[in-house]
């Protein structure tokens, strides 16, 4: 079936391709109408443009799709008569059809190669009656049975008929057709055919004029054909045709999720194609893909981009090439590219660095009073400590959920050896990020391990000025306490931070170290600030200067700044810097030489004098005995008040072993009242152990100390020793008092016993109530039958 604007046109149609079909329209009303076609298997089809009917004048060299009546154009034409088209709408069966109709894709499952149209060589009854009359009785079937044969009976009837009403034309053309035979007879036998050769040559004479009149218009017809052709192929599969160009735009857009998508339905509807253009196309898309894919590549690898960035990219390769492992590529290059980062970044400020170094020189190489200037201006030292910790808390934590993503999707046969070789780059990144900032702001704290392994890759930084040196290391610490926070919260382990954790340690002994020299130097200058103005204390009856009160200012100032490199609390991972034995006796030494460093102020007041300069000093400045008295007297008040409040900053500063004597004795007083509380009946075994071992260890301690020390530190060393053994005679075992006999015995001859019973005595007086305490649970023990505290 094929119905152009309403009118069968299938007498008139020619196929020419699958997406071709000519024919005639005929008599057909002027306007848009559909086209509708049926397939000898059933299949209907309606195209989407409507065809539009129109009448125009077309000349006779004009091109033109359409039969042209020639009858306007071509003299001697008689008219065409129209022929009404009759269309007959009845049922075959002479019954009003079903409403309700089967589905046609059922009918054509049960029916194949077969239709219900009339008039299809496969018309198939059963289609028929089920698309039409589903419904139908036994007796309208039987009914339907009359009417066609009484529809047969009349088509035979109308049939006479017609050629009863057109027996004459019949008759003319059968008079006309045998008239020709007998002139074509008669003509044969009169030789009269030699005729038609001359007839024959002037036929073929007029169609090769005929065909070099109309071989332009049938030439331009030809071309417009296939370029009609042509764009049609191209809008039909425009898709394909501009996908090349499509994905060149996606990609300088950035978007390769279109370009993935777009790729994927490509290679769906035309991978298996046999046209050679399709396969053309498909083989240009390809090497696009590939260009495509070593681009992702190449911003994976190359270019360090964010952790959500970079898992699009890892899920976009992998589509494209299931068999790859772009993860651990990119966690390999992205080790590779933030190492060298690293070292790049110490070039860019060393440069910076020796650059402003040159400048300043060049700049106050004529005054030889600002060479300090060049010192404290040059500070890039601290821009690169920023710039690296700033760098590693942006890349580090995509690093690591990298690693994570990797390991808890691999499939690989080597995941653990790959996890442990991340673990290993990840180790070596923060270690050589720690070497870097330990190396700018300590450069001698480097270990000769690491040296020898890097060799000359560590920059020589310019040397700064000590206030400058100071604030790096602050800076410095702070921010490295703040990227091992960082760190920790974004799920690292200790054992990886461990190194930063280290380099703060060292950062923060340093600072201690600086704090303390700046605060020793600070008190031998106040030297120069003594003025030997006394103030008279009423209540002690004691009289000092204002030396005192200089020193505790500064030995205070000095202990506040070195608060928060001594402090732990809220920085995970750190430990005491007294916890560590090195770290201990260094940093007790430093404090030892910051309280005694009034040593220093006195001795620049008088020891440290040169003769000449005593001979030349100014009138007011010489050295006389009320002068060294009241020095005497700033030394006594220092003992006797100074150090108590110094000794009390200390503790609050963090600074742990200020006065360990007292804190045993009250320590152990602090744990009998713990152990009388909760579990009197081991009080005494359990303060017998705590005893013993503290004594040991200060004994040990007391060992290790140098054959030629000072009456006055052997005084003291016994004084502490009979103190103790006093005060903790109770809990001390037989062994432990025969180790403190014998080596008190190797003293004797060399302490002031006077100066021994007076401590003893100012012991027993300020320490009363505790030293009763301790006796008291000694006279408890006797009693059996009250286990109870006396206290």
């Not at 002139?183 to 030789?191: I, M, P, S």
């Not at 090497?287 to 981009?305: G, H, N, Q, S, Y």
């Not at 299931?322 to 933030?338: A, K, R």
């Not at 503290?694 to 052997?714: G, K, W, Y």
Request: net charge negative; aromatic share 8%.
């Amino acid at each position: 079936m094929l119905f152009i604007c309403g009118i069968d046109s299938l007498w008139s149609m020619k196929w020419k391709s699958p997406s071709k079909i000519i024919a005639r329209v005929g008599a057909a009303s002027r306007g848009p109408g559909e086209v509708r076609i049926v397939t000898k298997s059933g299949g209907k089809g309606t195209s989407n443009v409507k065809f539009r009917v129109f009448i125009t004048q077309i000349g006779p060299l004009e091109e033109s799709a359409v039969w042209v009546d020639e009858t306007r154009t071509v003299p001697g034409r008689e008219a065409i008569r129209s022929v009404p088209q009759i269309q007959d709408e009845r049922d075959a069966l002479g019954l009003v059809p079903s409403q309700k109709r089967m589905d046609q894709i059922v009918l054509s499952r049960d029916f194949p190669d077969c239709s219900g149209n009339l008039r299809m060589e496969n018309f198939s009854p059963q289609w028929y009656l089920l698309e039409n009359h589903a419904d139908a009785t036994i007796e309208d079937l039987r009914t339907a049975i009359k009417n066609m044969e009484l529809a047969k009976q009349n088509d035979a009837k109308r049939s006479e008929e017609m050629h009863k009403a057109n027996l004459y034309s019949l008759i003319n053309c059968v008079d006309t057709l045998a008239n020709l035979h007998q002139a074509l007879e008669k003509g044969e036998n009169a030789d009269h055919f030699a005729a038609l050769g001359n007839i024959s040559k002037l036929i073929k004479d007029s169609k090769t004029k005929a065909e070099s009149v109309f071989a332009d218009v049938l030439k331009r017809k030809d071309d417009a054909d296939a370029t009609r052709n042509a764009l049609g192929v191209i809008v039909r599969f425009k898709f394909i045709f501009f996908l090349s160009s499509k994905i060149e735009e996606s990609m300088k857009k950035g978007e390769y999720i279109t370009i993935l998508n777009d790729y994927t339905r490509a290679k769906s509807l035309y991978s298996d194609t046999d046209v050679p253009l399709f396969r053309e196309l498909m083989t240009e898309i390809d090497a696009k893909m590939e260009v495509f894919k070593e681009e992702m590549k190449r911003k994976l690898i190359d270019t360090p981009v964010s952790y959500e960035e970079q898992s699009k990219l890892i899920k976009y390769l992998k589509i494209l090439d299931p068999e790859s492992d772009p993860t651990w590529d990119c966690i390999t290059s992205y080790y590779v590219w933030l190492e060298k980062s690293l070292w790049d970044m110490q070039e860019k400020f060393l440069k910076k660095a020796i650059d402003e170094e040159e400048e300043d020189k060049m700049r106050y190489s004529s005054n030889t009073q600002n060479q300090h200037m060049i010192l404290t201006k040059t500070n890039e030292i601290q821009n690169f400590v920023t710039t690296l910790v700033e760098l590693l808390l942006s890349k580090l934590p995509s690093f690591w959920k990298l690693a994570n993503t990797y390991h808890s999707s691999s499939a690989s046969p080597d995941a653990i050896q790959r996890l442990e070789d991340i673990n290993t780059m990840l180790t070596t990144l923060i270690n050589v990020s720690s070497w870097l900032v330990l190396n700018a702001l300590i450069t001698k704290a480097l270990p000769d391990s690491v040296l020898n392994q890097y060799g000359n890759q560590f920059a020589k930084w310019p040397a700064v000025s000590a206030d400058i040196g100071r604030s790096n290391l602050q800076q410095s610490l702070k921010t490295t306490r703040s990227l091992i926070a960082s760190l920790l919260e974004n799920q690292f382990t200790l054992t990886h931070v461990q190194p930063l954790i280290e380099l703060c340690m060292t950062v923060r002994l340093k600072l201690v170290s600086d704090f303390v020299d700046s605060g020793i130097e600070r008190v031998a200058l106040l030297a120069h600030r003594i003025n030997w103005k006394q103030d008279i204390l009423d209540r002690a009856q004691q009289t000092k200067t204002i030396l005192p009160d200089y020193y505790e200012n500064e030995i205070c100032e000095c202990l506040t700044r070195t608060r928060d490199a001594l402090s732990t609390t809220g920085y995970p991972g750190e430990a005491c810097l007294f916890s560590r034995e090195l770290f201990r006796e260094t940093i007790i030494d430093l404090f030892f030489r910051l309280i005694t460093s009034i040593k220093i102020c006195f001795d620049r007041l008088f020891i440290r004098q040169r003769p000449q300069q005593l001979e030349t000093q100014k009138k007011g400045n010489e050295i006389t005995t009320k002068k060294l008295l009241i020095a005497v007297g700033d030394i006594e008040f220092i003992i006797a008040k100074t150090l108590n409040n110094v000794g009390k900053k200390m503790q609050e500063c963090g600074v742990k072993h200020v006065d360990q004597i007292q804190e045993m004795i009250l320590c152990s007083v602090l744990q009998q009242a713990e152990l009388e509380l909760y579990a009197p009946q081991l009080a005494i075994e359990c303060l017998q152990q705590t005893v013993s071992t503290a004594l040991e260890d200060l004994l040990t301690h007391f060992s290790r100390l140098n054959q030629d020390t000072s009456p006055l530190i052997v005084t003291q060393i016994v004084i502490d020793l009979t103190g103790l053994e006093e005060a903790l005679s109770t809990y001390a075992t037989l062994a432990i008092r025969v180790q403190i006999n014998t080596y008190r015995a190797g003293l004797v001859g060399r302490f002031d016993n006077h100066r021994l019973q007076q401590c003893l005595k100012n012991m027993r007086t300020t320490m009363r109530m505790a030293l009763q305490s301790l006796e008291q649970h000694a006279d408890s023990l006797d009693d059996d039958a009250n286990n109870t505290s006396n206290i």
